[in-house]
């Protein structure tokens, strides 16, 4: 089993940065692919940047492409994401997963799930 427990969301306004974080619990963490997706309200939930277990391969979606930096310390059990450069369109609820997916940018294979934390980005 692994626990996922988000933080770091809030309140910023646009052009401004915030750096998610999320620690999890398990033994089998550190062979996990982690990733981050959003839900906006009203919208479905979409892929936002992984990171395979080494942390060698990375993974963004266009959106935030050269925006947001998504990096692991396995030895803390935490994944980050750097959010650079915010705009109104990034609010939404970050949601953080990890699981053995052979498809890094879909839902498809990420078994665990944090309860999300929200970011709102003012105009």
């Known amino acids: 089993q692994v626990q996922l427990v988000e933080s770091g969301g809030g309140l910023v306004q646009a052009g401004g940065s915030l750096r998610l974080s999320c620690a999890a619990s398990g033994r089998t963490f550190s062979t996990y692919t982690m990733a981050w997706f959003r839900q906006a309200p009203g919208k479905e939930r979409e892929f936002v940047a992984a990171i395979r277990w080494s942390g060698g391969n990375t993974y963004y979606a266009e959106s935030v492409a050269g925006r947001f930096s998504i990096s692991r310390d396995n030895a803390k059990r935490t994944v980050y994401l750097q959010m650079n450069n915010l705009k109104p369109e990034d609010t939404a609820v970050y949601y953080c997963?990890?699981?053995?997916?052979?498809?890094?940018?879909?839902?498809?294979?990420?078994?665990?799930w944090g309860q999300g934390t929200q970011v709102t980005v003012s105009s």
């Open positions: 997963a990890a699981g053995p997916t052979a498809w890094p940018r879909t839902q498809r294979g990420y078994n665990y």
